[in-house]
């Protein structure tokens, strides 16, 4: 079973000829404990291409330390990366490759370099002992791999590297404070930042192995041209999902809904700008998108109505929690719960949605663009985001002229998704448009809370007559999943009630004009 620690290093250049200062007294550091040597040997398994370096992840197969194992690193924030373990085998694990699985596609993973480490580590403690960081000077030898069996050796396949280095990694109870004050003590003794951010950066750049930018083109700022400012819109949706991929798999928080929403400007930004993306082609891509998007809200629905339920039990005086409400609130969640996790998971794990990561790069490495795409960015994108207004603007109007009940709940519905189509048009915009695309986005979204708020209370009151069905057949009162039911009423017709002040701030004519160039 792989387990996850976070890793908090810097890493800095040393030579043979390095002395480390003394670090006694820097910020808490009441002792520096001498905690041996150790010998390390490690392989890193990357594809051909070097996928997997190029966004800083690594996978390695490492024997010796304390540690030994299969430890796969994925980057959280500079200098700051989860390291994924789990136990030496023969073959990459597949808990571990399961979570690589949105970069690799269906690529081969092979050893791309071997690295051999002597270790010496001393341990900062603070004045009880606890330890707080590890300070390890590290000397390196690395090593291609060499041809395969039969294949003639090259020059360039023996290359090898060697260098040494001084890791300050935090343990226990140190924090990042620690190591800006270790940071400084190091400088004053002349010693400086390492050139690349992990041993396996500087060990495929000695030896002569080079990697495209994950990044891709077309990720920066600027452009001029709709099809610029649309496909840098796309490609950071896209790399969105596959980055979100692993944490969604590790059940992080929010990695849900924050894949959803992926999915969803995606899908949204195909529809939105079918002037600059030919409609025939990212048509069949839109029906796979809102696919994924229905499997990750099932996970994502369940969260939202759970918390929702329980907040609003919890604030239900104990007076009137008639019966075991909070036992049967349990109980339903966790047998949905069980049931939207495992079905989500074979999801990431088949084939469909494998297919879709492989189409989505396709699309972006030949964009399928329409003449328009060649075309100043902000006469376009001002005439998708009207567009996608005025749908909202007849929604709208159904809305709030629909008669109370199940079909205004629906016409509120259709107008919620109608708004959050316009917001992502405004925001994919932003780039051409500038700040009257961003005040337009946030009042499109206002609305948009206030109508998922009333729709959220819809759901929650399906939910709470269920809850409330089950309780009765069981012998059970009702009653306080009745008095949550009639709140929850209360609720909605609040939200209705707004809605018209809300939706009046945001359709102001002064905000759409402002958004034409």
Same mark, same amino acid.
């Given at each position: 079973?792989?387990?996850?620690?976070?890793?908090?290093?810097?890493?800095?250049?040393?030579?043979?000829?390095?002395?480390?200062?003394?670090?006694?007294?820097?910020?808490?550091?009441?002792?520096?404990?001498?905690?041996?040597?150790?010998?390390?040997?490690?392989?890193?398994?990357?594809?051909?291409?070097?996928?997997?370096?190029?966004?800083?992840?690594?996978?390695?197969?490492?024997?010796?330390?304390?540690?030994?194992?299969?430890?796969?690193?994925?980057?959280?924030?500079?200098?700051?990366?989860?390291?994924?373990?789990?136990?030496?085998?023969?073959?990459?694990?597949?808990?571990?490759?399961?979570?690589?699985?949105?970069?690799?596609?269906?690529?081969?993973?092979?050893?791309?370099?071997?690295?051999?480490?002597?270790?010496?580590?001393?341990?900062?403690?603070?004045? $009880? #002992?606890? @330890?707080?960081?590890?300070? *390890? /000077? +590290?000397?390196?030898? =690395?090593?291609?791999?060499?041809? &395969?069996? %039969?294949?003639?050796?090259?020059?360039?396949?023996?290359?090898?590297?060697?260098?040494?280095?001084?890791?300050?990694?935090?343990?226990? $109870? #140190?924090? @990042?404070?620690?190591?800006? *004050? /270790? +940071?400084?003590?190091? =400088?004053?003794?002349?010693?400086? &930042?390492? %050139?690349?951010?992990?041993?396996?950066?500087?060990?495929?750049?000695?030896?002569?192995?080079?990697?495209?930018?994950?990044?891709?083109? $077309?990720?920066?700022?600027?452009?001029?041209? *709709?099809?610029?400012?649309?496909?840098?819109?796309?490609?950071?949706?896209?790399?969105?999902?596959?980055?979100?991929?692993?944490?969604?798999?590790?059940?992080?928080?929010?990695?849900?809904?924050?894949?959803?929403?992926?999915?969803?400007?995606?899908?949204?930004?195909?529809?939105?700008?079918?002037?600059?993306?030919?409609?025939?082609?990212?048509?069949?891509?839109?029906?796979?998108?809102?696919?994924?998007?229905?499997?990750?809200?099932?996970?994502?629905?369940?969260?939202?109505?759970?918390?929702?339920?329980?907040?609003?039990?919890?604030?239900?005086?104990?007076?009137?929690?008639?019966?075991?409400?909070?036992?049967?609130?349990?109980?339903?969640?966790?047998?949905?719960?069980?049931?939207?996790?495992?079905?989500?998971?074979?999801?990431?794990?088949?084939?469909?949605?494998?297919?879709?990561?492989?189409?989505?790069?396709?699309?972006?490495?030949?964009?399928?663009?329409?003449?328009?795409?060649?075309?100043?960015?902000?006469?376009?994108?001002?005439?998708?985001?009207?567009?996608?207004?005025?749908?909202?603007?007849?929604?709208?109007?159904?809305?709030?002229?629909?008669?109370?009940?199940?079909?205004?709940?629906?016409?509120?519905?259709?107008?919620?998704?109608?708004?959050?189509?316009?917001?992502?048009?405004?925001?994919?915009?932003?780039?051409?448009?500038?700040?009257?695309?961003?005040?337009?986005?946030?009042?499109?979204?206002?609305?948009?809370?206030?109508?998922?708020?009333?729709?959220?209370?819809?759901?929650?009151?399906?939910?709470?007559?269920?809850?409330?069905?089950?309780?009765?057949?069981?012998?059970?009162?009702?009653?306080?999943?009745?008095?949550?039911?009639?709140?929850?009423?209360?609720?909605?017709?609040?939200?209705?009630?707004?809605?018209?002040?809300?939706?009046?701030?945001?359709?102001?004519?002064?905000?759409?004009?402002?958004?034409?160039?």
């Amino acid at each position: 079973m792989a387990d996850t620690v976070r890793e908090i290093e810097r890493k800095y250049e040393a030579d043979r000829t390095t002395q480390l200062p003394d670090l006694t007294g820097v910020d808490g550091v009441a002792t520096v404990v001498e905690a041996g040597a150790e010998e390390l040997d490690a392989v890193y398994y990357d594809t051909a291409g070097l996928h997997l370096a190029a966004e800083g992840i690594t996978l390695r197969h490492r024997t010796g330390g304390r540690d030994a194992g299969w430890h796969l690193k994925l980057p959280v924030a500079p200098g700051v990366r989860d390291e994924v373990r789990a136990p030496l085998s023969d073959t990459p694990p597949a808990e571990l490759t399961a979570l690589l699985r949105s970069r690799l596609l269906d690529r081969a993973l092979v050893p791309v370099v071997r690295l051999r480490t002597h270790r010496t580590v001393r341990v900062l403690r603070d004045a $009880g #002992g606890a @330890p707080l960081a590890e300070v *390890a /000077v +590290d000397s390196v030898r =690395a090593r291609r791999p060499g041809p &395969p069996e %039969g294949r003639r050796k090259t020059k360039a396949a023996a290359v090898q590297a060697r260098w040494h280095e001084i890791e300050v990694e935090l343990v226990g $109870g #140190g924090g @990042p404070g620690l190591l800006d *004050a /270790v +940071d400084r003590k190091l =400088a004053e003794a002349g010693v400086r &930042p390492a %050139g690349s951010a992990s041993k396996l950066a500087r060990a495929l750049a000695e030896t002569g192995q080079r990697y495209e930018d994950a990044a891709g083109p $077309g990720t920066g700022k600027g452009g001029g041209t *709709a099809g610029e400012v649309v496909l840098r819109y796309v490609r950071a949706q896209v790399r969105a999902i596959v980055e979100l991929d692993p944490a969604v798999r590790r059940d992080l928080p929010d990695a849900v809904h924050r894949m959803r929403v992926a999915t969803r400007r995606l899908r949204s930004a195909f529809r939105s700008y079918t002037k600059v993306l030919d409609r025939a082609e990212t048509l069949p891509l839109g029906v796979e998108l809102k696919w994924l998007a229905a499997e990750l809200g099932v996970e994502r629905d369940r969260e939202v109505l759970t918390a929702r339920l329980r907040a609003a039990l919890d604030g239900v005086p104990r007076e009137l929690r008639l019966g075991p409400v909070d036992a049967r609130l349990r109980i339903w969640t966790e047998r949905r719960r069980g049931g939207a996790r495992g079905q989500l998971l074979a999801v990431l794990d088949g084939p469909r949605y494998l297919a879709l990561l492989k189409r989505l790069h396709v699309l972006l490495e030949a964009p399928p663009l329409r003449p328009a795409a060649a075309r100043p960015a902000p006469e376009v994108a001002a005439r998708a985001v009207l567009k996608d207004y005025r749908r909202l603007a007849g929604r709208m109007e159904t809305a709030l002229a629909a008669p109370a009940g199940r079909a205004r709940d629906e016409a509120l519905h259709g107008a919620r998704k109608a708004a959050k189509r316009t917001r992502y048009a405004a925001e994919a915009a932003r780039p051409a448009l500038g700040r009257p695309a961003k005040k337009f986005a946030r009042r499109i979204k206002r609305v948009q809370q206030l109508l998922g708020d009333h729709q959220d209370s819809v759901v929650a009151r399906g939910t709470l007559r269920e809850l409330a069905t089950q309780a009765q057949r069981a012998g059970e009162s009702g009653f306080t999943f009745g008095l949550l039911h009639g709140r929850e009423e209360a609720l909605a017709a609040d939200r209705e009630r707004r809605l018209p002040r809300v939706w009046k701030k945001a359709s102001r004519r002064r905000y759409r004009t402002a958004l034409r160039p």
